[in-house]
């Protein structure tokens, strides 16, 4: 089964496993086809190949796959992305796409020798290594083994588990037999190192220093893949297998990597997640917001906005994306706040001046080459610190530059 997201699919035979995947997994819409027990599928914004069963399901991105796997390369590593997307080539396949991004993202690592550190080992032994582990040791009634808690120093450590799990879970699935080799090369190197209970939620946790920073782009593009892998019951009791990715996900961070580097923001003010943030739109604190996008120096709002990666039919932003845009210049004490749809379109301002706040619009043509795509960000960006300097334009000045005022009704 063939599918693009966002697009409605001719009349299909969906057996039920298949169905309450593509709702579950790719927040599909499905109405009646043209005949009996046959449907009409329209996937969301989640991309993917699985395997219910005996059938293969696949939702192909609405923009090429070249410019799906720039994004993720761009957000993980926006520096060597050229690179990185340089040993790919054209590729067809999703899945095909992310391997080579992560081998090419581990050669280096794998070169220079894996990362070693010292780490904490609880075992029993017969002859005292370390210190005893009391509290263990008092509770039995043998004096031997003994039980030891000691310090070793090797490349078993939480860093180069994710990149094994990542390696693993890839090794899953059909790829290139270039990938594939590539692949067994890297497991050969991973295979005899621990396994994580949670590697996903690892790959999020891990606190990035001097010594593991050049582990970054591999350990977070490992958690991309760790997130999207399929590999449990989810339909009854059809084996559901495959690998997704959600399209919201790759939009936003895309954006935000574009951002910071336009701004030179840095991690802490323009930070992945404001759930922390506190911001709330109310005086009693409870109406808290998380905008996708915010940039807080020092604690003092220069941006906020929100990443859309949806289509926006009116080419002027929906008026629930607006209403929330608002909420976040009003929370925050900003002038303005902006909306980045994932689509080509005008762009527009609309002045709400009853509160003396703006919305901006703008669309991102997401098929255009990846520099030019880069340097409509960087001209937005430009823009919004240039308007920033000068201060919110008044109506009448606003008018001139086709936008659009908000009345309540």
Not at 116 to 131: A, E, H, M
Not at 195 to 214: C, I, K, Q
Not at 401 to 407: G, P
Request: include cysteine; hydrophobic fraction near 40%; proline fraction near 5%.
């Amino acid at each position: 089964m063939l599918l693009t997201e966002w697009a409605w699919s001719p009349s299909l035979q969906v057996e039920p496993s298949v169905r309450r995947v593509l709702e579950d997994r790719f927040d599909a819409t499905i109405r009646m086809g043209s005949g009996p027990d046959e449907f009409i599928v329209r996937p969301g914004g989640v991309v993917g190949s699985v395997t219910v069963g005996q059938t293969g399901v696949t939702v192909r991105p609405k923009i090429d796959i070249d410019r799906v796997l720039f994004m993720v390369a761009y957000a993980h590593d926006p520096y060597d992305w050229q690179n990185q997307m340089s040993t790919i080539g054209s590729v067809d396949s999703l899945v095909d796409g992310m391997a080579g991004l992560f081998v090419r993202a581990c050669a280096p690592l794998t070169a220079r020798g894996l990362l070693r550190d010292y780490r904490t080992v609880n075992v029993d032994d017969r002859v005292v290594r370390g210190k005893v582990a009391w509290p263990t040791q008092a509770r039995r009634i043998r004096p031997v083994p003994i039980a030891l808690r000691h310090h070793v120093h090797d490349d078993d450590i939480t860093e180069n588990r994710i990149l094994r799990a990542a390696c693993q879970v890839l090794r899953r699935h059909h790829v290139s037999s270039r990938v594939a080799s590539e692949l067994a090369r890297l497991w050969n190197i991973l295979r005899d190192l621990g396994t994580l209970p949670m590697p996903a939620d690892a790959a999020d946790r891990v606190r990035w220093t001097r010594r593991n920073a050049h582990y970054r782009p591999a350990v977070e593009l490992a958690g991309v893949i760790l997130r999207g892998q399929m590999a449990d019951l989810v339909a009854g009791d059809v084996a559901v297998q495959g690998f997704t990715l959600v399209m919201h996900d790759v939009f936003e961070q895309f954006v935000r990597t574009a951002l910071r580097n336009a701004w030179g923001a840095s991690e802490v003010d323009m930070p992945d997640s404001w759930k922390g943030g506190q911001l709330t739109l109310d005086q009693a604190n409870r109406v808290r917001l998380n905008p996708d996008l915010g940039w807080s120096p020092h604690g003092v709002w220069k941006f906020v906005g929100d990443a859309k990666y949806k289509k926006d039919d009116s080419g002027t932003g929906r008026s629930s994306d607006i209403y929330q845009a608002l909420a976040y210049a009003v929370a925050t004490r900003l002038p303005e706040a902006t909306l980045f749809y994932g689509e080509g379109g005008d762009d527009r301002d609309h002045v709400i001046h009853q509160v003396g706040k703006v919305v901006r619009v703008r669309h991102l043509d997401l098929a255009q080459p990846p520099q030019q795509l880069l340097e409509q960000l960087r001209r937005i960006a430009g823009n919004l610190c240039s308007l920033r300097r000068t201060g919110t334009p008044h109506c009448n000045r606003l008018r001139a530059e086709r936008c659009d005022v908000l009345v309540p009704s």
